[in-house]
């Protein structure tokens, strides 16, 4: 049976863990997954033909990798819905086509006449509210400013939110958002992660073409517009969660999991947000099964599916699992692309960070890994997080990734592989530590205890923002 890596004093790493590392350092099947999932598959937005064949082929690739059990777990969705068309063109004062694409979730706009377009902000809170009469029945354009890091664009994320819901408010009949990308890249996001329509049509425009149309405004000009976005949409629906157990010998009834959304969007074939680490996943449970251990605890893989339309995936599955959730002794969760892992967040809970330290120190890999107590939100983690479950997020280099990130250009051709099988190999040992050690890792916090830390970190108002908080806020737990 394989001892703690780095969790008990004195013990060098065994035979089983270092056949487990070097069986990662040196597999083709990171790659081999990627290739089918990216190019094999392509996009797969929950609910479409693209995510049920993802869900097949992680099914069967559990079981060929001797996880017989791997099946899959039903995830509601409130309604489905796909771009269709999209067509914007400036009339006036110049004439000439502009590329954009439709927000994910925003309603269909067909229009019958040209309709004037008018300087909506840049998305700061008030702006539009503050003259509202000059916005009503018009379509605005919001100047979004292109983003340098990760944390920029979760800037511009919560700037192109506040501008759909100001417009709604104002009663504008559309938004039109400049890209935050150069060299006319489009990407699709969410204005709302309820999972419902917005109140008003938006779209991303390209930045060339925003920035044309804003210097018209600037000069004086009037500028009008056509704009089509036939979107469609159909019914609630469900996917589901990829599940597979290796069951515990000593302990099958404390799960340690890991995880990664396996939906992405359906712009690129969401290669880095997310295949990359579902490939992570897959191999990391391939090479442990292959190495014959027998974990004290029950190692659990999930795939989530609807992550990107609100984080439907983990939603389901804490809601499935409610009366097993105090058995789960950590949540281990990749989800920033495939650059060089930095460390991981422990969620807020900085007790964490010391019996988590001795790990990172023993990690076969050179280089400083470090820890934080920064809780990292909308992703599946977070859901965990809310329930008090101990979890753990993977912070990793997102200098390129942001630039691909929800775009058409995240494809095959951008993943580091070699980076990400590293990742691979520092995630094995994390779960494995974890999983071996004499005592338990951690236990959940109570109800009180998370309760505190939302209000200490500022939470309760981040999700009523959100639009989620009755949704999200975590439910009375059993008898």
């Known amino acids: ?46 609910g479409t033909p693209g995510m049920r064949r993802a869900l097949d082929w992680a099914v069967r690739e559990f079981v060929e990798a001797g996880l017989p059990n791997a099946r899959l777990e039903a995830v509601p969705m409130p309604l489905s819905w796909s771009e ?58 919001v100047r979004l400013d292109q983003a340098g890091s990760f944390n920029e664009l979760a800037v511009e994320q919560r700037d192109a939110m506040i501008a759909v819901r100001e417009a709604e408010d104002a009663g504008a009949r559309a938004v039109l958002l400049i890209s935050t990308r150069p060299n006319r890249l489009l990407y699709r996001h969410v204005n709302t992660v309820t999972g419902t329509l917005d109140g008003i ?29 036939p979107n469609r949409i159909g019914p609630a629906y469900e996917t589901a969660n990829v599940v597979a157990d290796l069951p515990g010998v000593d302990l099958p009834d404390e799960v ?44 659990r893989f999930v795939l989530f599916g609807g992550e990107e339309l609100g984080l439907f995936g983990s939603r389901a599955y804490v809601s499935r699992h409610r009366a097993d959730l105090d058995g789960h002794v950590a949540v281990i969760v990749h989800d920033m692309g495939s650059g060089p892992l930095l460390g991981y967040s422990v969620g807020g809970r900085k007790e ?27 992703s599946d983690n977070f859901t965990f997080m809310l329930q008090g479950v101990p979890s753990l997020f993977a912070l990793q280099d997102t200098s390129e990734f942001f630039l691909t990130y929800h775009s058409e250009a995240d494809s095959f051709d951008k993943v580091g592989i070699a980076d990400l099988t590293d990742t691979a190999r520092i995630a094995a040992e994390m779960l494995l530590g ?40 975590p439910a009375p737990r059993p008898e």
């Open 84 to 141: 269709g068309p999209t067509q914007i063109e400036a009339l006036e004062p110049a004439a000439f086509p502009v590329r954009a694409a439709a927000s994910a979730l925003s309603p269909p706009f067909r229009q019958t006449e040209d309709a004037e377009l008018v300087y909506g902000g840049t998305g700061q809170p008030g702006y539009i509210a503050r003259s509202r009469e000059r916005f009503r029945g018009r379509i605005l354009l």
């Open 352 to 378: 964490l960070i010391a019996k988590l330290r001795p790990l990172i120190d023993a990690a076969s890999l050179p280089g400083k890994l470090r820890l934080s107590d920064d809780p990292f939100l909308l």
């Open 1 to 46: 049976m394989l001892l703690a890596t780095g969790l008990a004093d004195g013990e060098a790493d065994p035979p089983e863990f270092l056949r487990v590392s070097e069986a990662l350092a040196n597999t083709r099947g990171i790659e081999a997954d990627l290739r089918a999932l990216c190019d094999g598959i392509g996009s797969r937005m929950a």
């Open 201 to 229: 049509p938006s779209a991303v425009v390209a930045r060339e073409d925003g920035l044309r149309m804003l210097r018209l405004l600037q000069e004086g000009s009037k500028v009008r517009v056509r704009v089509e976005m």
């Open 256 to 299: 340690v999991l890991m995880g990664a959304h396996l939906d992405s969007w359906d712009m690129g074939t969401g290669c880095l947000d997310n295949a990359a680490n579902a490939a992570l996943v897959m191999n990391v449970a391939r090479e442990i099964v292959a190495s014959g251990l027998r974990p004290r605890r029950t190692l």
């Open 434 to 473: 974890i999983s071996e050690s004499e005592s338990r890792f951690a236990d959940r916090w109570s109800e009180s205890q998370v309760a505190d830390w939302m209000r200490g970190a500022g939470l309760v108002r981040h999700l009523r923002f959100l639009g989620v908080w009755d949704a999200w806020r």
